[in-house]
């Protein structure tokens, strides 16, 4: 699969995404299974909060999870 995907960025991206977008979703089901507030979103500015978390990383932010336990 290695050379598969170093030859295909499109392929790499389109299953890189899909790989990535479904645990969020999950994620957001447990937070709120566990009777906890999730508010993704999706706008947002990912250039910047890529800058200031994941900067020297080859990773990349896809959603942004506002999480707030009950009061
Ligand atoms: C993947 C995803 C991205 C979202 N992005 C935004 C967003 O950028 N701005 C926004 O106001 N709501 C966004 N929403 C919607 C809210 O986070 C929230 O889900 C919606 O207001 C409905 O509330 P509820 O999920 O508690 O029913 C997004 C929802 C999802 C699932």
């Known amino acids: 699969m290695r050379e598969i995907f170093a030859a295909n960025d499109a392929l790499r991206e389109r299953t890189g995404g899909f790989n990535a977008d479904l645990p969020a979703g999950y994620f957001i089901l447990v937070i709120r299974a566990a009777g906890v507030a999730a508010g993704p979103m999706t706008g947002f500015d990912s250039a910047g909060m890529d800058t200031v978390f994941f ?8 959603l942004v999870v506002n999480i707030r336990t009950p009061r």
């Open 55 to 62: 900067s020297g990383t080859t990773w990349r932010s896809i």
